[in-house]
């Protein structure tokens, strides 16, 4: 059974820092893009990053590019979402997805795997 599970999350003030971490099991888990998506309450599930199955590629959504990082370590199964320059929209629950394939968008239906999400709060 594939299991993802993030961390780091928490509460920082406009213009901080948080690297998230995503630890996977239960599959070959360099095979496999991975991607980082976001809510906020009363809003709809938004991409904020996507990353190859090697790390050679990586995507962004226009709102986080120049100030997120998507990185891997397939290595330790797990990939991390450096966040820097917060602002307070970047307030959301924050979940690490795994890919159907080697290459993955930023559409949720390009997922099969999601884990249960951390908290981002970023205050003014």
């Known amino acids: 059974q594939v299991q993802l599970v993030e961390s780091g999350g928490g509460l920082v003030q406009a213009g901080g820092s948080l690297n998230l971490s995503c630890a996977a099991s239960?599959?070959?888990?360099?095979?496999?893009?991975m991607g980082w998506f976001r809510q906020a309450p009363g809003k709809e599930r938004e991409f904020v990053a996507a990353?190859?199955?090697?790390?050679?590629?990586?995507y962004y959504a226009d709102s986080v590019k120049g100030r997120f990082t998507i990185s891997r370590d397939n290595a330790k199964n797990t990939v991390y979402l450096q966040m820097n320059s917060l602002k307070p929209e970047d307030t959301a629950v924050y979940h690490c997805?795994?890919?159907?394939?080697?290459?993955?968008?930023?559409?949720?239906?390009?997922?099969?795997?999601w884990g249960q999400g951390t908290q981002v709060t970023v205050s003014s």
């Open positions: 997805a795994g890919g159907k394939t080697y290459y993955s968008g930023s559409y949720p239906i390009e997922y099969d795997y």
């Open positions: 239960g599959r070959t888990f360099s095979s496999y893009a």
């Open positions: 990353i190859s199955w090697s790390g050679g590629s990586t």
